[in-house]
């Protein structure tokens, strides 16, 4: 049985009413004379950014300009319907809050008018309140190990003390999950739409709200549960949306989770938050005891990602697939996205959002972008002068003086539905492993698009290919990518066409569950290049059902009829 407990109010535990000390002997006049400063310091701030300075330019915070015929780019604060109807939750924990959260609130966001933070310390960062979402649950965790990690984080916060990440943070982490649904179900009577993400994720927020808005109906009333379908057991029986990648929840969900327990009680104290290690875990089961649920998210497959940008997979299967979301990202990182995203969203109609093409086009290292570029538009002077002559000849020596593969040392890729090339595989090319032998093994897999050389072996990367990580030189890897192939990418399935990316639209992002960044999902060697025509017949109705696909309407994997319903792009 549940013991009752009052319910305080989130965010308004712990204040405490601050003693202003009367002002000494002459502290009025101090006080208008500084004011008088600051004043004249905020009239000067425009003519400094006029006359110039290598600091702060007048464009410092400017998103570049865009092809004036796509009409202006208003953002999700305009455009966007349901935007006042979505709330955006932060989940963090004190020990790791600023390394996190201040670059998320750096900047003013319009666009996301519901933004709420959520830790196990109550105080307020650049403006914004941080509700400790764990207020109401001390009876819960003194029974739990991570009670003492709350006790040593309120401590230390009202010390002024450093805090330094343990473990244990984490094991606390998983009760906060539920309060803070329910103190944002409680905040926001009117949204729809409950968006969790981690401090270190980075969210493609317009593009997000672009898949909501299309793909999925009722969401006052139907239980949508949307995001990275991860594996809770080995056995392949529990799922859960990841909280690192993100999930979305609608209203109609977030109601059931409170059907007669309207302050969360029941919700907070479920057993498996308690018996499951990890809080997305729990909240996944809690939600598979739904009525109608079965365990899995409704969609998400290969949009939100677990992982950063350095583990993305490029395939061609989703070369014109949204990405949604990226995790463990520094703060420099999420910085970069965030500048990027600025200037990106510009060059784009309203109607589009982000792409993994984008993405690599964008946001890939200089060492590999760089030339990337120049081999494809060399590739595509070649194509285009097809008819001969001098120009025809021009094209194609500037293309052969360029090198096919950028081989990058000291640097880690993992490789996608890898081939590993040694021994017998690697003799055929001579003796010896060497980048050359590398090089010619991948020619031999029309669907690779780039190897891993250590000092014993080669593995090729098929069907696709991630940008990577540095690694420790002592480990002598190096990883390389195939500028043609990727080129020959780009030339059938052109990132920038909006016949392609209509299309894609037209057949749906993600509409049933899955995980991204899979090495193995099985779908690649099926996979055919469905052409850019959008399919013929306009939808009439939803696009999916929660729980899945509308029935008779599956994706070709289970033999079903692939069509306007699912993608399995």
């Avoid at 105080?123 to 764990?134: E, H, N, R």
């Avoid at 980048?435 to 020619?443: G, L």
Wanted: hydrophobic share 40%; aromatic share 10%; glycine share 10%.
């Amino acid at each position: 049985m549940v013991r009752s407990v009052e319910y305080l109010p989130l965010g308004q535990h712990g204040q405490v009413r601050i003693h202003v000390p009367k002002a000494r002997s002459g502290g009025k006049r101090r006080g208008i004379v500084g004011g008088l400063i600051v004043l004249l310091l905020l009239l000067a701030i425009p003519l400094l950014l006029l006359v110039g300075g290598s600091s702060w330019p007048v464009n410092a915070f400017a998103s570049a300009s865009k092809d004036a015929s796509l009409g202006h780019f208003r953002g999700a604060a305009t455009i966007r319907p349901i935007n006042d109807r979505a709330v955006l939750m932060y989940k963090t924990g004190h020990s790791v809050i600023y390394d996190r959260i201040p670059i998320q609130f750096v900047e003013p966001r319009p666009d996301i008018p519901n933004r709420m933070i959520y830790s196990d310390v109550p105080l307020q960062i650049a403006g914004f309140p941080v509700i400790d979402a764990l207020a109401n649950l001390t009876d819960l965790l003194g029974d739990s190990p991570a009670f003492g990690e709350y006790n040593r984080l309120q401590k230390a916060h009202k010390n002024g003390e450093n805090v330094a990440a343990t473990t244990v943070g984490w094991d606390l982490d998983r009760f906060k999950f539920a309060p803070l649904m329910t103190h944002a179900w409680k905040s926001f009577p009117n949204a729809t739409w409950f968006v969790t993400i981690d401090g270190d994720s980075f969210l493609f927020w317009s593009t997000l709200l672009h898949w909501l808005e299309r793909y999925f109906d009722r969401p006052e009333y139907d239980h949508w549960y949307l995001g990275y379908d991860e594996m809770a057991d080995e056995t392949r029986t529990k799922f859960f949306a990841h909280g690192g990648a993100g999930f979305v929840v609608s209203r109609g969900l977030v109601d059931a989770l409170h059907k007669d327990d309207p302050d969360g009680h029941a919700f907070h104290r479920n057993v498996n938050f308690n018996l499951i290690g990890c809080g997305d875990c729990a909240m996944g089961a809690v939600i598979a005891d739904v009525p109608g649920r079965n365990g899995h998210t409704d969609a998400g497959r290969d949009l939100f990602h677990h992982d950063g940008l350095d583990k993305l997979i490029f395939r061609p299967r989703l070369w014109h697939t949204y990405v949604l979301s990226l995790h463990h990202n520094s703060p420099a990182q999420l910085n970069l996205l965030r500048n990027w995203e600025k200037r990106f969203l510009p060059s784009i109609p309203e109607w589009d959002g982000v792409r993994q093409c984008d993405v690599l086009y964008g946001l890939t290292p200089t060492f590999l972008r760089d030339p990337l570029q120049a081999y494809i538009r060399a590739s595509d002077n070649v194509n285009k002068s097809r008819t001969g002559g001098a120009d025809a000849t021009a094209a194609k020596q500037v293309l052969a003086r360029l090198n096919r593969t950028v081989i990058q040392p000291g640097w880690k890729a993992d490789e996608v539905d890898r081939i590993t090339c040694e021994g017998a595989c690697l003799e055929q090319y001579g003796r010896g492993t060497s980048a050359e032998k590398c090089d010619r093994a991948c020619d031999a897999h029309e669907s690779c698009y780039g190897w891993q050389l250590s000092q014993a072996s080669c593995t090729l990367a098929i069907n696709g290919f991630r940008i990577g990580t540095p690694v420790d030189s002592r480990f002598q890897i190096s990883t390389a990518w195939r500028l043609d192939r990727i080129a020959a990418l780009e030339r059938g399935m052109p990132c920038s066409d909006p016949a392609w990316r209509n299309a894609t639209d037209a057949r749906g992002h993600g509409l049933r569950p899955g995980r991204s960044d899979q090495t193995q999902t099985g779908l690649d060697k099926k996979w055919k290049l469905k052409g850019s025509v959008p399919v013929s017949a306009p939808r009439t109705g939803p696009w999916i059902k929660p729980q899945g696909p509308i029935p008779g309407e599956e994706d070709s994997e289970k033999g079903g009829v692939y069509g306007i319903v699912a993608n399995v792009d």
